[in-house]
């Protein structure tokens, strides 16, 4: 299994302004990924955090809004830039194990933009 | 990307046995059926998957039609603890390319 550790766990930032969220793995992994879940509904993946390269973005989400750095096999942040009230949401780190069968996830940070 | 379809809710007596349906019609041959459970507040957690073949662990049973078309998620002596959202997904991608796409679940709630 893999140890997830997300920072901040939750937060309240103003309108406009930017936040880092830090994942933490305690092992070396290949996958890294980014989910928001909005209030009530299920998890969307927001990006795959690629080591070494630029993260690969689903649809309706872009680089300038949600930059992601992996700078190692064990750390990925992800940025909420810009906030507005409607990035209020769970943001949630994932990582496939070892064998790449089961995916991990964090806790969670939890945002409120007001 | 193959979806899936669950009722949005259940119930469950405590105790008895909880039996959470998914249908994935549109599955594809090399696709693996994953499910994970959602506890308020907390991230998702692995329970069970399957290809073919049903599937048991100290979790839960998973068995799986013989056209894959759909599954059941069965979890032996419901406790209240199992209350939780229940999500069936079907993992796309090849190696290198695994993600998990999250359709909207089942929310499992145990009777006491």
């Known amino acids: 299994s893999a140890v997830i550790s997300q920072k901040p766990s939750r937060d309240i930032c103003q309108r406009g302004t930017s936040l880092t969220i830090q994942c933490q793995v305690d092992?070396?992994?290949?996958?890294m990924f980014w989910y928001r879940q909005q209030p009530g509904q299920s998890l969307t993946l927001i990006a795959t955090?690629?080591?070494?390269?630029?993260?690969?973005?689903e649809s309706g989400f872009v680089i300038d809004k949600f930059p992601i750095s992996r700078p190692n096999l064990t750390f990925s942040t992800l940025t909420v830039s810009n906030m507005s009230p409607e990035d209020s949401s769970i943001y949630l780190c994932?990582?496939?194990?070892?064998?790449?069968?089961?995916?991990?996830f964090g806790q969670g940070t939890r945002l409120t933009v007001v | 990307d193959a979806k899936t379809t669950q009722p949005p809710s259940m119930d469950c007596a405590e105790g008895r046995a909880a039996n959470l349906p998914c249908n994935h019609s549109?599955?594809?041959?090399?696709?693996?059926v994953y499910w994970y459970r959602q506890i308020h507040s907390q991230g998702p957690q692995y329970i069970i998957h399957?290809?073919?073949n049903n599937e048991t662990n100290e979790m839960a049973s998973l068995i799986i039609t013989e056209d894959r078309k759909s599954s059941t998620l069965i979890l032996p002596h419901a406790t209240l603890r199992d209350t939780a959202v229940y999500y069936c997904i079907v993992r796309v991608g090849n190696f290198g390319n695994e993600k998990l796409t999250f359709g909207t679940g089942t929310r499992l709630t145990i009777i006491p």
């Open positions: 994932s990582v496939l194990g070892q064998q790449n069968t089961e995916a991990f």
């Open positions: 399957g290809l073919k």
């Open positions: 092992s070396q992994v290949t996958m």
């Open positions: 955090a690629n080591q070494g390269s630029e993260a690969t973005y």
């Open positions: 549109t599955i594809s041959g090399n696709e693996y």
